[in-house]
């Protein structure tokens, strides 16, 4: 029987950086991963494919609608080649699996795939596709077995016409009117995908607004861009059935008033959030407690209550981001070794990658008000810069919240181009506890569309934006 250090059961991206960061401290570690590809739902129908559909759509309807005022004319039409794009996403997606399977090698990190299911507290049992087992020992586990979709009880997702983010990654034909379950992050973003490549798409989500965690102005500003791509929002309304007839879905649900509204369309996509996926892990062999939500129970180190027992990222309480995990898998990782790392989970940015993409770290203006932190407020519209009129980007705004008395920078909200990636600047200027006066008197390059987070810091401090 092999004996390890730190076993790691689940590849996804918590698991494999708990892994490549446990090898790097010098301990001896396997990874555990049930299917023959590692990476996890974010890897393999997640994050990565979604991703890669969201920039080729992006593309076609940049053809179909932007070329002409570019100056770039083209001959003939242009169409979408569904399978091209489909063998494209698959590409991206198998090379950046590949990637963790070179990182493994490269770390030294032996794999075993199948399922991996308690014995006891230090014995695990690994059965494959065959159901051989292999049983090793380990001093130290870590579970990161991450989440699957959720449904809503009376749904029978059948993988065809009712389908999960997972099947909408690889559907064989453009839907002619997608019928979203939700208005959250995950079905934005493939509805978005959709919709530029010709589907009708209908939303239905049972809160008053979409992307409902993140500040109100976010919701408002992401809906009327989507409304201006011609999807269709309805909002508190209350599913209660959904039923295939042939190659029809029916969706019935109550309006805010109680009225029954009856939708027609070809597929619909629910999604309704996720849910932590514990199967076959017998963690009750090991004691590990799991609560009335299907969570692993941890503490502020991430134990379990079995104290040589970790868990990370989607299977525990908290956002379910990769880089969330991520941040886990290195911390769990450090504190086997015996060091004292940290994670502000307050500073955890959230992101939506639809176009104009949504950005936020910190707290809304919801929150602040919740708690009763005065605070004040500047606001910048990305219409307003140079950068975003040359790209034809001008959807979208830079949002900062300060401290009233100490000027600190409390909560960052953006939607626009590339804020994705801005986001960052906000999550560093908050680890070092800056103030909005000193994003204000940073320089920022020009023309950028980071100026908007040097005008907005202006604008907080004693309302001084200079362009607008």
Known sequence: MNTYDVAVIGSGPGGYVAAIRCAQLGLKTVIIEK?????????????????????????????IKHFEEHGIDISGDVKVNLENMMKRKSGVVEQTTKGIDFLMDKNDI?????????????????????????????????????????????????KERIITSTEALSLKEIPK?????????????????????????????????????????????????M????????????????????????????DKDGKEIEFKGDYCLVSVGRRPYTEGLNADKAGVEINDKGKVVVNKKLQTSTENIYAIGDVIE????AHK?????????????????????????????????????????????????????GKFPMRALG?????????????????????????????????????????????????????ARMSHAHPTYAEAVKEAALAATGDRALHI
């Open 35 to 63: 299917y023959a590809t590692k990476g996890g739902t974010c890897l393999n129908v997640g994050c990565i494919p979604s991703k890669a559909l969201l920039d080729s759509s992006h593309h076609y309807e940049d053809a």
């Open 110 to 158: 032996e794999s075993l795939q199948g399922v991996g299911s308690f014995k006891d507290k230090t014995h695990i049992i690994v059965t494959d596709s065959d159901g051989k087992e292999t049983e090793i020992e380990a001093k130290n586990t870590i579970i990161a077995t991450g989440s699957k979709p959720s449904s809503l009880p009376f749904i029978d997702i059948d």
């Open 177 to 225: 009117h997608l019928i979203m379950i939700g208005g959250g992050v995950i079905g934005l973003e493939l509805g978005q995908v959709y919709k530029r490549l010709g589907a009708e798409v209908t939303v239905i989500e049972f809160m008053d607004r979409i992307i409902p965690g993140m500040d109100k102005d976010q919701s408002k500003e992401l809906m009327k861009a």
């Open 227 to 254: 409304k201006k791509q011609k999807a269709k929002f309805k909002l508190s309304h209350k599913v209660k059935s959904v039923e295939r007839k042939g190659d029809e879905v029916i969706v019935k649900a109550d």
């Open 318 to 321: 908290g956002a379910m981001l």
């Open 325 to 377: 995990a991520e941040e886990e898998g290195t911390f769990v990782a450090e504190v086997i070794s015996g060091q004292k790392p940290h994670i502000d989970y307050n500073l955890i940015p959230n992101v939506v990658y639809t176009w104009p993409e949504v950005a936020s770290v910190g707290k809304n203006e919801n929150q602040l008000k919740d708690e009763n932190i005065e605070f004040n407020t």
């Open 387 to 439: 950068r975003a009129r040359a790209s034809g980007d001008v959807d979208g705004f830079v949002k900062i919240f300060s401290d009233k008395k100490t000027d600190e920078v409390l909560g960052v909200h953006m939607v626009g181009a590339r804020v994705a990636d801005l986001i960052a600047e906000a999550v560093t200027a908050m680890e070092f506890r800056a103030s909005a006066e000193d994003i």
